[in-house]
């Protein structure tokens, strides 16, 4: 795939995947235009201020709540990598039908926007929460992993292809918890809300990695899912705070003790791919000769944060963790 023919736009683009998916883009493959398309204008000014003012890059200012607006952006686009969404699970449970507009209705915008701009690939950012969710934030992203690929039967005459990648919990991310404990290290306390609770974990630089290589091998349909290791949440704390005080604050409403990137039933139609399982529909709806190939996984299949066969240990969680402790000292660490 030639990435320097290409214009790819990005909603969400101020985030964190948003900005070190630019980064990458920029310094590996050169493309011909990346267009950042988010709501927040303070956001995209602190981001052209803070390094990204490329010539290559465009920021548009707009709401993927907006049709029009993202039919608008996507004029002349080739690639669209969807990451825009409301994932912060207590904000999604308190304000609903905000989660359900932004993350559902926003997503069905972008893939019918696309069509109608004639967008070749179509890329939604998803996560394990949608996964058997168990609070309204999954149910959303399972509704938008499900759009998505489903589209591909509107999709069947036109070149327009429409994939997903579902991943864990990205360590410092915007909402994670690393922050949070890098905080509560002053005290030398920190809050677990159940200590059995188990994660699925991956870098940023990672995250954003997998999510080009699935680009340039999408056929339209997958859900890619990568092979990543799992930690338990209080060593995480041990990492960050040794000899912490550990306070069990109980689990939280809507979260899981143990998450999941592939259930039981949606094993039957997974085939295993080097490092990435690929998620196939289960009835393609359209007209193409699609393959998915890989090797069958066998029967009663399913992958867990707890039933893993990778697993970070302390020491493995601190190289991890390394590089947000000098942005920490820096003020830099989005919390």
């Not at 607006?69 to 609903?96: F, S, T, W």
């Not at 932004?102 to 929460?129: C, P, Q, R, Y």
């Not at 000899?243 to 899981?256: L, Q, S, T, W, Y």
Request: glycine share 8%; charged share 25%; net charge neutral.
């Amino acid at each position: 795939m030639d990435w320097k023919n290409q214009v790819i736009l990005i909603t969400g683009g101020t985030g964190s995947f948003g900005k070190k998916f630019t980064q990458t883009l920029l310094a590996e493959k050169q493309p011909k235009k990346i267009i950042i398309f988010s709501r927040d204008e303070l956001k995209q000014h602190e981001m052209q201020v803070g390094g990204f003012n490329h010539p290559s890059l465009r920021y548009f200012i707009g709401d993927i709540r907006d049709r029009e607006r993202l039919v608008r952006a996507m004029h002349g686009v080739d690639i669209v990598v969807h990451a825009a969404a409301l994932k912060q699970v207590p904000a999604c449970e308190y304000n609903p039908m905000e989660a359900i507009k932004t993350n559902i209705m926003g997503t069905a915008n972008v893939v019918e926007a696309a069509l109608d701009a004639g967008v070749k690939k179509v890329m939604t950012i998803s996560t394990d929460k949608a996964v058997s969710p168990a609070n309204l934030y999954g149910a959303t992203k399972l509704a938008a992993e499900k759009l998505t690929v489903q589209s591909n039967a509107y999709a069947a005459g036109t070149a327009t292809r429409y994939s997903c990648v579902r991943y864990g919990n990205v360590v410092g991310s915007r909402g994670s918890v690393v922050p949070l404990f890098l905080k509560q290290r002053e005290s030398g306390a920190v809050t677990i809300t159940d200590e059995r609770m188990t994660r699925f974990w991956l870098s940023l630089d990672q995250g954003v990695k997998f999510v080009i290589d699935c680009i340039e091998q999408m056929e339209g349909g997958e859900v890619f899912v990568p092979k990543i290791p799992s930690t338990k949440v209080i060593d995480l704390a041990k990492a960050i705070v040794p000899n912490a005080k550990m306070n069990i604050i109980g689990i939280r409403p809507g979260e899981k003790l143990h998450e999941m990137l592939i259930s039981e039933d949606e094993a039957r139609n997974t085939v295993e791919r080097g490092d990435v399982y690929i998620v196939a529909p289960p009835e393609p709806l359209w007209n193409r000769d699609m393959k998915y190939e890989g090797k069958p996984l066998p029967e009663g299949f399913y992958y867990s944060s707890d039933n893993n066969s990778e697993w970070l240990d302390i020491e493995g969680i601190k190289k991890f963790v390394a590089p947000f402790e000098e942005l920490f000292r820096q003020g830099k660490l989005e919390g």
